[in-house]
């Protein structure tokens, strides 16, 4: 039984269970191969820095001039930058996304209720996911990002 569990840990270890194995993203400035995997593996190093290894790798790539899911759980649709990135980009779009995925959630589970919370936190149901996913996309939209299949 351990040799099992620590045979599947080692698997998992080497089968790229990172962030950049679970967020799928797609240049958009025609990037080379070896300019993808060095963005791929700049990225995945910046994200384990980050308080959401997921959240800041698709912040990383995406200024970096990829497009993404931002990895919240407000929207599954992917993001880009609506203009030319700067150095700051990485910081500010995970700013951004876990800033506008928090009003999301707020603005969708005001009026919920401790028995709504409750459930919510204990099955992981997303409450008013429709109205979720707008209120995200409404936040994101001015502060320079384009929602959707480019």
């Known amino acids: 039984m351990t040799k099992g569990l620590l045979g599947l840990a080692a698997l998992l270890a080497l089968s ?8 799928k993203v797609t240049p958009l ?3 080379s ?6 963005d791929r593996a700049r990225c995945e190093e910046w994200a384990k820095r ?12 995406i200024s970096a001039g990829y497009e ?23 910081i500010r779009v995970l700013i951004d996304f876990l800033d506008c995925d928090s009003q999301a959630r707020r603005e969708a589970e ?23 996913r ?11 990002y384009n929602i959707g299949k480019s």
């Open 16 to 23: 790229g269970c990172g962030a950049a194995a679970t967020v």
């Open 110 to 132: 005001s009026g919920l209720g401790t028995v709504g919370k409750a459930i919510r936190d204990f099955v992981g149901w997303s409450a008013n996911a429709d109205k979720r």
């Open 29 to 31: 400035r025609d990037q």
């Open 50 to 61: 980050t308080a959401s290894v997921t959240v800041g790798y698709a912040a990383c790539m």
């Open 68 to 90: 993404a899911t931002p990895g919240v759980r407000s929207t599954s649709q992917r993001v880009r930058m609506a203009r030319p990135p700067t150095t700051n980009d990485p």
């Open 134 to 144: 707008q209120v995200f996309v409404d936040c994101l939209k001015p502060r320079g």
């Open 33 to 38: 191969a070896s300019q993808i995997e060095a």
